[in-house]
Structure formats: C-alpha cells, structure tokens
T-cell receptor
Framework: EPEVTQTPSHQVTQMGQEVILRCVPI?????FYWYRQILGQKVEFLVS????????KSEIFDDQFSVERPDGSNFTLKIRSTKLEDSAMYFC?????????????????FGNGTRLTVT | KQEVTQIPAALSVPEGENLVLNCSFT??????LQWFRQDPGKGLTSLLL?????REQTSGRLNASLDKSSGRSTLYIAASQPGDSATYLC?????????FGSGTKLNVKP
C-alpha cells in the first residue's frame, strides 16, 4: 500500500540553525499538510498546501517557517532559525482531492514523522 | 475555533473487554471525522473515516459512530487485544484542516 515517507527520522540541530524536513507524499495525492506534536501535547496543524501554494496556515506557522514542493514528488518544511520550542515531532500528511477540495471520503495519510531536537 | 475533547484520557483493561472511547467537538459544521491510532514514537494510522452524512462506520472489530448535531463521536472496540494498546485520536475536519483531541491512551493487559 502506498505510504507517506519522511526523512530524516530524527534531526538534532543547534538553536539558530536552519533545518529542512523532507516528505514524499503519496503519488496521486494533491493536498499536503504539515502537523507537529510537542511531546505530551496535541497534534497541531501547521500548514496545508495545494496547487503549489499555501491554502491555509496556523498562527504557529510564522515567518520562520516555509514550505515548498521543489519537484513532482517532494514536499519540504523549512525552519529558518530554529528555537528551543521548535523541538517536536513533525508529521507530513497527504490526501487526494479534486476541484479545490480534499476528497471528503478519503482519509488523511500520515508519515511516521521527523523528531526534531533543538539544543 | 474547533475544540476537541476525548474521554477518558487513559484506560487500562483486561484482554477481551469491549471498549468505548468518546470524542466531543464544539463546532458541528464538519465535513468528516477521522479516528487514528498512534503508537509510541510513531506516526498516525487512519482507522476509520465517517463522512458528515453518515451515522456509523465499521472496520473489523472497530465501529465508529457520529452524532454531528450534538458534536459527538464514539469509537467502539470489540474483544480488545493487547495489540490494541496505543493512543487513539479523534479528528474532525472543518475549516480546511483536521483538529485533534489529546487522545485516549489505551492499555490492554494480557
């Protein structure tokens, strides 16, 4: 069964450094998402992406964050200057869709996440 | 903003019991609702998706119900097994995103 893949599984970085988290969504999916989960807390929405642009972003997704689909398969999340509070598990997800809306009877598929540790 | 609450926060039961996990949400204008399973240190696995027009959805030993007007969903797990031990998350979909509850951490003892 097709799956969402994320690399790396664990990334350690120093405060102030830039990190890029990578995701390969399921190939025929059109909607892409980043979520994060701080240890012991809820899964939180960061950003959704469709048709090569951001559809929606949360208040967490400030100017330090950016997303890109550099080619037909990868979907990346960049954090420009990491802070200690960016330490979390970052999940990529994708879903199929047509006509500007996710297909509402199709589930959201998540990757296994990248654990980001900022020291 | 959608708020999602899951009760209980944790549950420990002997193998074989039938279980009920509850989810409530504040905004009933949802398109669908998904139940996920999360194993420690892992991603989220989709278990069931109920569209807003549906009342129930079943997959194997799992049955999810949805009462959209009252903002509630319930996940029933029949004949629980130790392999069911995980955190179960409820996520209604509206405003172009899924909102997650804090989950119910389930431990099924052999």
């Amino acid at each position: 069964e097709p799956e969402v893949t994320q690399t790396p599984s664990h990334q350690v970085t120093q405060m102030g450094q830039e990190v890029i988290l990578r995701c390969v969504p399921i190939s025929n999916h059109l909607y892409f998402y980043w979520y994060r989960q701080i240890l012991g807390q809820k899964v939180e929405f960061l950003v959704s992406f469709y048709n090569n642009e951001i559809s929606e972003k949360s208040e967490i997704f400030d100017d330090q964050f950016s997303v890109e689909r550099p080619d037909g398969s990868n979907f990346t999340l960049k954090i420009r200057s990491t802070k200690l509070e960016d330490s979390a598990m970052y999940f990529c997800a994708s879903s199929p869709g047509t006509g500007g809306l996710p297909r509402l009877n199709s589930p959201l598929h998540f990757g296994n996440g990248t654990r980001l540790t900022v020291t | 903003k959608q708020e999602v609450t899951q009760i209980p926060a944790a549950l420990s039961v002997p193998e074989g019991e039938n279980l009920v996990l509850n989810c409530s949400f504040t905004d009933s204008a949802i398109y669908n609702l998904q139940w996920f399973r999360q194993d420690p240190g892992k991603g989220l696995t989709s278990l069931l998706l109920i569209q807003s027009s549906q009342r129930e959805q079943t997959s194997g030993r799992l049955n999810a119900s949805l009462d959209k007007s009252s903002g509630r969903s319930t996940l029933y797990i029949a004949a629980s097994q130790p392999g069911d031990s995980a955190t179960y998350l409820c996520a209604p979909y509206n405003f172009n995103k899924f909102y997650f509850g804090s989950g119910t951490k389930l431990n099924v003892k052999p």
